[in-house]
């Protein structure tokens, strides 16, 4: 899965990457990201998970581009381009309801020539609660994806993302589709991580300050000193992505020791309490995602998760790729 510039990775750098490591498909949500992709996956198979937008055939064929398609306009729109000979994918929903045909939808169309014609060569559906392995709504996605699975028995089949992929029970089927945990999101919530860290995020510190007791520091002085404190300016806001819901909670580590963001985090700035971190210098760095911090914690932070903080990253930011 490499929608929104791989999880805000980098496509150009990830696409390349996981063709190396034999990655032959891959899926991204918009056609303009999967032209990107083309560019860079000149053999791979495509798929674009948003569908076929109205009139949008030719560019698809014209990019070899796969659709997802997932409702019955969609499906003829995309035969009449393909033919037979430009494949695609059909999306049904389980339990979402949010794209795709119904499961009675799509067994309904099982035996009809517009299924060729639209060259179907993969049926896929998405998991409403993978991450919550006890939720009752996994086994009855599994079992109405088994059926579908039985109807269209000549096309490739997929359920799984990240969190699927670590379900217990029959999920796995041809085609994974995992994106969180490449990019080394957690997929099992409350477990140990199974995967290793991709991104790590380092600032640089701007300035070092000293306050007195009863000072304060940023925006509608939020942080009031409760006694002598050293700080640190950080070279990175909520403009880089950095969520500003983390202000007055998040962390960040200054030679391996937890430092708290003070105040309200800045459109370009961060004031962190470097008191306890003796390392802290002008021209040194604080990591923000990295070590202790993981993804995940800096998503839950923040109220969120950490595919928010991943795909949110900013545009500012020098990305150094090590393979
Ligand atoms: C984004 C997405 C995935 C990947 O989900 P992760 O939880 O990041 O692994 C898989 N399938 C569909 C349909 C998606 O939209």
Redesign the pocket.
Known sequence: ?V?ADAYGCGLAAVAPALARAGCRTV?V?HLSEGIAARKLLPEAAIYV?NGLPPGAGAAFAGHALRPVLGDREELAEWAAVSDGRLPAALHVDTGMNRLGLSVAQALELAGDPVIGQAGIDLVMS?LVSAECPADPINVRQAADFARLRAAFPSARASLA???GTWLAGDTRYDLL?????LFGGNPEPGRPNPMRPVVRLEATILQIRHVEAGETCGYNARWTAPGPRRLATLSLGYADGYPRAASGRGRALVGGVPCPILGLISMDLIILDVTDAPAARRGGTATLIGDRLDIDTVGQTAGTIG?EILTGLGSRYVRNYVE
């Open positions: 899965m929608k899926f949500a998970l998405h993302n990240s969190s589709r995992p994106g969180y945990a595919y």
